[in-house]
Structures are given as structure tokens and as C-alpha cells.
């Protein structure tokens, strides 16, 4: 059976720091990606990753602030998120595929069931 379980978000000052983690399991992936919903909006692409970890993209609003990386002896994804802003206060939903990093939510075909990361003073 295949199951993602992210873990890591919580309340958070502006400017503060975070890392979320992805735990995968049932299978292994060869993309990996995080996406986050606000309240009222649509799921907005955040970064990716393929296997190696060569290959990374970030969604422009967090390009420069967050890093995506993974473990696959632990089959375990992260993202450090630095110099939080309140509009980074989402869901964030692991998300994977089999083949090649994607942006958009729906070629995801695994998902977990999300961690709230809340950016407030």
C-alpha cells in the first residue's frame, strides 16, 4: 500500500524557518513534489524533485527561499523553507509520480494528506 505522510508544519513568525519532511512508502518514486492550497484558493505549485536530485524547480514566489531535497535510503523528502511570509501560510501536500517532475497538481498520482504551515506574528 502505497502512503505519504508529511510532517514538520506549524505556526511560525514571518521571516522564521521551517522543514517539512515526506515519508514515502509502498513504493519508490521517481518524482517528487510539494503543493500547497490557502484558504479559498486553488493547489499552487511549489517545487519538485526528480530520483538523483538533479533535477529541482520551484514555483517563482519561493525560488531563492526554499530547498527541496530528498533521502532515498529513507524515502523521505524535504523541504527547508527560510524567510517565511504570512502568504506562504497554505497546506502543503506531498505529492508523486512516477515519471518525470511535473508542475501541475493533476500528473501527480500519489498524495498525502497534508501538514498546515501558518505564517503569523
Known amino acids: 500500500q502505497v502512503q505519504l505522510v508529511e510532517s514538520g508544519g506549524e505556526l511560525v513568525q514571518p521571516g522564521g524557518s521551517l522543514r517539512l519532511s515526506c515519508a514515502a512508502s509502498?513504493?519508490?518514486?521517481?518524482?517528487m513534489g510539494w503543493i500547497r492550497q490557502a484558504p479559498g484558493k486553488e493547489r499552487e505549485f511549489v517545487a519538485a524533485?526528480?530520483?538523483?536530485?538533479?533535477?529541482?524547480d520551484y514555483a517563482d514566489s519561493v525560488k531563492g527561499r526554499f530547498t527541496i531535497s530528498r533521502d532515498n535510503a529513507k524515502n523521505t523528502m524535504y523541504m527547508q523553507m527560510n524567510s517565511l511570509k504570512p502568504e506562504d501560510t497554505a497546506v502543503y501536500y506531498c505529492?508523486?509520480?512516477?515519471?518525470?517532475?511535473?508542475?501541475?497538481?493533476?500528473?501527480?498520482?500519489?498524495w498525502g494528506q497534508g501538514t498546515q504551515v501558518t505564517v503569523s506574528s
Open positions: 524533485i526528480n530520483w538523483s536530485g538533479s533535477s529541482t
Open positions: 505529492a508523486a509520480k512516477t515519471f518525470s517532475v511535473a508542475r501541475r497538481a493533476r500528473e501527480y498520482d500519489y
Open positions: 509502498g513504493r519508490t518514486f521517481y518524482a
